[in-house]
C-alpha cells in the first residue's frame, strides 16, 4: 500500500508519497512561496516556478507530475486543528469537510491552508480515501483539569476556550518509539516528550496517552519558539497594546513572527546561527540559548510532577534531534529527577529514518534520556492507511479478536467410520472463525488412566491424523502429560483413548495442549510489522487480573482470518471470554498485544 500525506502550510505545501509499513518515500515534492509571485515547485533536482499559484493551483500543477506513473492507494492529510469535535483520524466525507470549515476561526493561520488542500486534492483524486490526521487529536485524553483555563465559564464555552494542544501527531510517534526501544509495558511508562524545531512543545505521555501538554489553545503557549513567545505575563500584552497602541493585528504580529529566539537574539529565528554567534561572544545569542533551554527545564520538572514522576524524556524535532548544545543545557542539572547525561554519548548522538533512536543517558540512569527521530509524514500516512483499509478507526484497526477455544478433537476418515460407524460423515454444527473450519454435532469420551472427559467436541474437516487437544486441568483429570505443541506437530506425543457410539479408538499419539498462537492474513503481519512463527508476547489487561502471555506463535497464512487463540485454563487465568479482543500496545523484537473489551475503553 502506498500513500499520499499532503501537509499545506499558509505558504507551503509538502508532499510524500510512501509505504506506511516501512516509511520508505518513493516520492516528495515541496511547494514553497504559495500565492507569492515567485512561488516555486521543488521535486528531485528540478526547481519550476509556478508564479502567484494557490494551493489549489499548486496541487494541481504538483500532483500529476509527483504521481506518475505511481498508484497510491490513500491520502492524509495534517490538519491542525480538530477543535472539540476531531479526536482521532477521520474520513473526509462532505459533511467532514463542511465541519472543519467551521473550525476555521479557531486555527485561523494553518486550518484555511489545510482544508485549502483537502478541497483540491479530493477534486484532483476523487477515486481514492482522504483521510484528516489531526495534530490535536492525541491531546484529546488531557484530563479537565490540564485542559481549562481560569477564566469566566460561559466565556470559555461560548468561545471554545479550552487547552487543545499541538504537534500530537510528533508526540504520539515519538512516545510509541522510544516505548518500543525501552521494550517496557507502555502502560508502565511515563515520558516526557520534547518537540523542539522552528514551533516547539512538551507532552507528559502517561500510560501513552497525553496528559498535559504545552501549548493551548492556539500554538503560542508554552516554550520559546523561533519567532512564538510562549508564556507570557498576559499583563504584558495589557501593557503593550495600551503604552505602544498596538492594535490586535499588531500583537499577532509581535508575538507570533517577532518574538522568541528571533526576538531575543536579534538574528533571526535559526538555532544554527545563534549558537554560532553564542560561541564568539554575542550576549543577546547567549541569552537566547538560556532563555529557551531554561523554559524547556522548567516544564520538564513540572511534567514529572504532573505524573508522580518519569521514566523517560524525548528530545525531536530541527534542534531536539541535531543540537547536543541544547539537549545539553536542558538535561545537565536533572540528577535530582534519576536523569544522568552521559556527554560523550549526547555529543555523538545522530538519528535518521533507518535508526530513529539514540540514547545519551549515562548506563544505569534511572530515567533514560533519548533522540528520536520525528517522522509526522509517516504516522499520517500509518493513520490514512488503517482508515482506507475500512476500519471504523485507528483503535479498531489495532484490535486483535481473541477466541477462546475448548478442549476438542480432530479425526481421520477411518477413525470416524471406527467410532460412528461405517460411512458416516461428520455433521457441521457452526462454522468456526478461520475459513473452512466448523464445529460438529458429533462428541466423544476421552479416557486416561486416571479419569474421563464426556462429550468433547469434534472438529472438522478430516484431517489426516488425529489430534486432540486438552488443557492443562484436562492433563489431571484424566492422568495424561501432553507436551505444549504447535496444531499438527503430534510425532512423539502420548497416545489417548476415544469412546464414541459406534467403536472405541486406542491413539498412539495425538494427545497436545495446543501452543498459544495467533492467525494472520498476510496483510496483517505487515500491519502489525510481524512474520510467520515469530514468536510475541501478549499483555492482556482485566479487571484485577492482568498478565503477560509469552511464547504466542504467529501463524501467518492467506488463508487465515486475524484472530488469537487461548485455551480455556489460559482465558481463566487472565479472566477472558470469547469476544473480547487484543490491541497492538508495542513492539519491541516482541510484539506486545493489550486486551480491551470491545466496546469499552478504560477510563
Ligand atoms: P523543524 O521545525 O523541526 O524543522 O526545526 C527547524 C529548526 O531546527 C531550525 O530552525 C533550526 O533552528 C533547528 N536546527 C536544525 N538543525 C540544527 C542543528 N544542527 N543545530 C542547531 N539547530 C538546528
Known sequence: MHVLVVNCGSSSIKLDVL??????RLATARVERVGHPDCVLLMGDDS???EGADHARALAFTLPRLLEGRAVDAVGHRVVHGGARFDAPTLLEDAVVEALGALSPLAPLHNPPNLAGIVAARALLPKLPHVAVFDTAFHATMPRRARSYALPKALM??????RYGFHGTSHAWVAQQAGRYLKEDPRALRIITCHLGNGASVTAVEAGRSVETSMGMTPLEGLVMGTRSGDVDPGIILEIARKEGLDIDGLDKLLNHQSGLAGLSGVGNDLRDIEAR???????CRLAIQVFAHRVRKYIGAYAAVMGGVDAIVFTAGIGENSALMRHRITQRLDFLGARLDEDRNRDARVSPASPVAEFSEHGSRVRLLVVATDEARAIAHDAALLAAGAQSVEAASMIPIAVSARHIHL???AVETLFGAGHTLTPYKP?????QFACEEKLTVVG???RLANVRVLGPERSECQVEISRTDEFALGVDAPVRDSGDVANSPGITLEGPAGVVTLAKGLICARRHIHMHPDDAARFGVGDRDVVEVAVDTDGRDMIFGDVLIRVSPKYKLEMHLDTDEANAAQLSGGDGG???STGGSVRLRRRNVGFDAE
Open 19 to 24: 509505504d506506511p509499513h516501512s516509511g520508505e
Open 48 to 50: 519550476i516556478p509556478i
Open 157 to 162: 464555552e461560548k468561545l471554545g476556550i479550552r
Open 278 to 284: 553564542a560561541a564568539s561572544g554575542d550576549e543577546d
Open 412 to 414: 481421520t476418515r477411518e
Open 432 to 436: 468456526l472463525s478461520q475459513p473452512g
Open 449 to 451: 488412566p486416571k479419569g
Open 583 to 585: 490491541v497492538l500496545a
